[in-house]
C-alpha cells in the first residue's frame, strides 16, 4: 500500500514561516509529479504549487516570491517551504502525488493524497 505523510503543519503569527513535508512510502515504483493543494473553509481546493520529477516548478499567483516548492527523490519526499505567510493562507495542506506501482509486469498509475496537515496563521 502507498501512503503518503504529511507533517510541518501548526499555527504562526502573519510573516512567519512553516516548513511542510509529504513523504511517500510502500511499493513505489516510480513518481511523476508531485505536488501541494489547500483548502480553506468553505472554499475549492486549490493548487498551491507543483514540481515535476525533473524539477520544473509552477506556483498559484498568491504564493510566488513566498514559498518554495522541493523534492527529494532518493527519501520520495515533497516539500513546501512557506514564508512570509499571511492569515489568508490558513487551510489545510494536502500533498499529492502521481506514483507508480508494479504489478507483475504492467504498470499502474494513480493519484495520491496525503491526509491533510493544519496551517493557521493569526494576523
Known amino acids: 500500500q502507498v501512503q503518503l505523510v504529511e507533517s510541518g503543519g501548526g499555527l504562526v503569527q502573519a510573516g512567519g514561516s512553516l516548513r511542510l513535508s509529504c513523504a511517500a512510502s510502500g511499493s513505489i515504483f516510480s513518481i511523476n509529479g508531485m505536488g501541494w493543494y489547500r483548502q480553506a473553509p468553505g472554499k475549492q481546493r486549490e493548487l498551491v504549487a507543483t514540481?515535476?520529477?525533473?524539477?520544473?516548478?509552477n506556483y498559484m499567483d498568491s504564493v510566488k516570491g513566498r514559498f518554495t516548492i522541493s523534492r527529494d527523490n532518493a527519501k520520495n519526499t515533497v516539500y513546501l517551504q512557506m514564508n512570509g505567510l499571511r492569515p489568508e493562507d490558513t487551510a489545510v495542506y494536502y500533498c499529492?502525488?502521481?506514483?507508480?506501482?508494479?504489478?507483475?509486469?504492467?504498470?499502474?498509475?494513480?493519484?495520491?493524497w496525503g491526509q491533510g496537515t493544519q496551517v493557521t496563521v493569526s494576523s
Open positions: 499529492n502525488a502521481a506514483i507508480a506501482t508494479k504489478r507483475l509486469m504492467s504498470l499502474t498509475w494513480n493519484d495520491y
Open positions: 514540481i515535476t520529477s525533473g524539477g520544473n516548478t
